[in-house]
């Protein structure tokens, strides 16, 4: 007696359940992915770091400073949690030889004080106000709209395919004695 061989399975089949419980897996470790990938990455600690980063790149002539162990002034404007991540970063590192001081801001005469300024949106309308006072007076300012660049913004952080950029505001930056390095204005976005 003879006998038949095996009747082979269907390749059709074994890919109809092979696909599904790929497809699934693959989703599930993606997801799972993208969601520890959210908890690391924090918006406040990376534009922290820019601002901080933005300092060490920025030399600001020496007549700006009270004395020559005056720090290097980071004001905040309308965001506490920024102020408290940037004072965590620099509370051991210096730029330029000098230490660093961050404060959060208020008012124009603080304002007026700090050397780099980061207005977060909900305080571009004080910006606004500020703007006329803070004209000849060397601050170089870091801000997050189009308006902001407008309104003459020196720095504007944007976010471009899921990744924080920011652009160069190339009629302020040449405007008041403050020198932006060559390496800053090469890392720059192109187009104002």
Do not use: C
């Not at 497809?23 to 770091?49: M, N, S, T």
């Not at 030889?97 to 949106?121: C, K, M, N, W």
């Amino acid at each position: 007696m003879s006998r038949s061989p095996p009747r082979p399975t269907p390749l059709g089949f074994r890919a109809r359940l092979l696909v599904p419980a790929v497809v699934i897996f693959g989703v599930l470790a993606f997801a799972g992915r993208e969601a520890d990938a959210a908890q690391r990455f924090d918006p406040v600690k990376v534009k922290a770091a820019f601002i901080f980063n933005f300092a060490r790149y920025i030399e600001w002539p020496p007549a700006r400073f009270a004395a020559a162990e005056s720090p290097l002034m980071i004001g905040v404007v309308a965001d506490a949690r920024v102020a408290d991540e940037l004072r965590a970063i620099v509370q051991t590192r210096q730029v330029h030889g000098r230490s660093i001081f961050v404060t959060e801001v208020e008012t124009l005469d603080e304002a007026q004080l700090t050397h780099l300024l980061y207005v977060a949106p909900a305080g571009e309308r004080r910006f606004a106000e500020f703007l006329p006072g803070l004209r000849t007076s060397q601050v170089v300012t870091v801000g997050e709209s189009a308006e902001f660049h407008e309104r003459g913004g020196a720095l504007v952080l944007y976010v471009d395919h899921d990744r924080l950029r920011f652009r160069v505001n190339a009629d302020v930056h040449r405007s008041d004695g403050v020198k932006f390095s060559s390496q800053l204005l090469k890392l720059a976005s192109s187009g104002d």
